[in-house]
Every structure is written in C-alpha cells, then in structure tokens.
C-alpha cells in the first residue's frame, strides 16, 4: 500500500456514538496526491475533496476548499450554503494565481443538534449509507454522464457516458459558484456511512462496497482494494459507524 496515512476519530451526536476511520492512498497513476482529506478530532465533521486534473490549480483548490469549509461550516441549511459560497469565492481567488484550471469536487459530513447529520455534495465524490444491509447512494453525481444516463440521453455503457464521467457540472471553483446538495440524515445504531473520491467508488462497484460495509472492513483493506483493481486514481475513503 503506497504512502496510507489512516486517522481515527470518535464523536458523540444525540447520544449516538460514532466511530470514525479515513484514509488516503496516492495509487498507480499519479506520482502525487491531489486529494484532500479532513477528519475533525473535536466535532463531528469530515471533509473530502478532489482536485480537478493534476496540476498546481488542483492542489491550491482542495487545499483551499477544505480549509474554508471547515473554518465556515456550522449546521443548518442556510450556514452551509454560506460555507460553501464562501469557498467559492476563495476557491476562485486562488485560481487567478493558477496557470490552469483550479477546482475540486467536495463531500462532507457534519454531525447535527438532534441526532442527526448533514452531507454537502458538490462534484462526483460520493456518499453512501448502508443500512438494514441495504447500500444506499445518498448523492448524485455533478457529472454530464450522470445527467445523460438518468435522462435516456445514451446507454450507461456507451461513448459518451465514458467521455462524460468527468464532465463536471458543479464543483468548487466552477465560475457559475453552484449551490451544493444538503442532505439531512437520521443516525439509527448499526448505520455505516461512507465519503468516498471517485478513486474508490470507480475501482470498487457497489455490490463489492456493500459487502465491504458490511463485513466491518477496516478503511485501510478499502484502500488496498481500489490498488488491487487498478489504482487508476488517487482514492480517499471515511468510514462512520454509528452505536
């Protein structure tokens, strides 16, 4: 397994108790890591993000996204849409130092007041919910090829959903400044929830990642998984299990 850093935390939300491990893995593909990971040790929050290509834009937006993110986020609807324009703007400063694109995906999870949890989805990083051993994606993807596939626009296995997976329509740093998805989510005892990049939701296919979940797999063995498959991409992983 090449350069893993695993980080644990444990969080307390509504009397529930959730217990938390992320990591990430650089992969065969790229010689750097453009993904950004942060798991809060004080409150319940964990940030994900994705550069966009890579090059420097890729670096300085999830750098810059997760940083933002976690110093404006505060629960509620209308305290995260400020968090995330508030990365907007940053994000978009700090492309004009940039030679190239400068953007990220962002996924996050951020305990509530009353046993509860809120995700923000910007981009193609994914949330997943496995309960009742059901596997549940809870977040669309910001991506033309989710849009063409959803719609009958082409076969899921076609051209143009290959050339479109990557095709963004939201992400931080994107020039329009989108608004992210808010997701309010129960916490019931036995649930796993798991952020993910698209390095693992693109080498590990959902059945796989259920039994994964389900079997209790240490974060690091997900990881391993995605190099076993491919390791075409730089892949981040949080898993959160609720007791």
């Known amino acids: 397994m090449r350069r893993m850093r695993i980080r644990t935390a444990r969080w307390e939300i509504g009397g529930r108790r959730l217990t938390v491990t992320a990591g990430s893995v650089v992969g065969n593909r790229y010689p750097d890591n453009f993904d950004v990971l942060h ?10 993000a994705d550069g966009m290509g890579d090059g420097p834009g890729s670096t300085a937006a999830g750098r810059t ?16 849409r400020a968090a995330v324009a508030a990365v907007q703007v940053a ?11 400068t953007g990220c995906t962002l996924t996050a999870f951020l305990g509530g007041d009353d046993g509860d949890a809120w995700i ?5 990083s994914r949330a997943y919910r496995l309960r009742d051993g059901c596997l549940e994606l809870l977040t669309s993807d910001h991506t033309a090829a989710w849009l ?8 899921a296995d076609s051209r143009e959903a290959y050339y479109d997976r990557h095709r963004l329509t939201r992400y931080a740093g994107h020039p329009g400044m ?8 129960a916490l019931r005892p036995g649930d796993r929830f798991l952020l993910c990049t698209d390095g693992v939701s693109d080498q590990i296919d959902d059945r796989a990642l259920a039994r994964l979940l389900a079997d209790g797999t240490p974060v690091e063995t997900v990881l391993d998984q995605t190099l076993r498959t491919g390791g ?3 892949a981040t992983a949080v898993l959160i299990h609720v007791s």
């Open 39 to 48: 798991l809060d040790e004080v409150r319940p929050l964990a940030v994900v």
């Open 65 to 80: 996204t997760v940083a933002v993110f976690i110093r404006e986020a505060a629960t509620g609807p209308a305290a995260l």
């Open 91 to 101: 994000v978009r400063d700090a492309g004009r130092a940039q030679p190239g694109l």
């Open 120 to 124: 923000v989805q910007l981009g193609d």
């Open 148 to 155: 063409g596939i959803l719609n009958g626009w082409y076969a």
């Open 178 to 185: 989108p608004e992210p998805d808010l997701l309010n989510v």
């Open 232 to 234: 075409d991409d730089n």
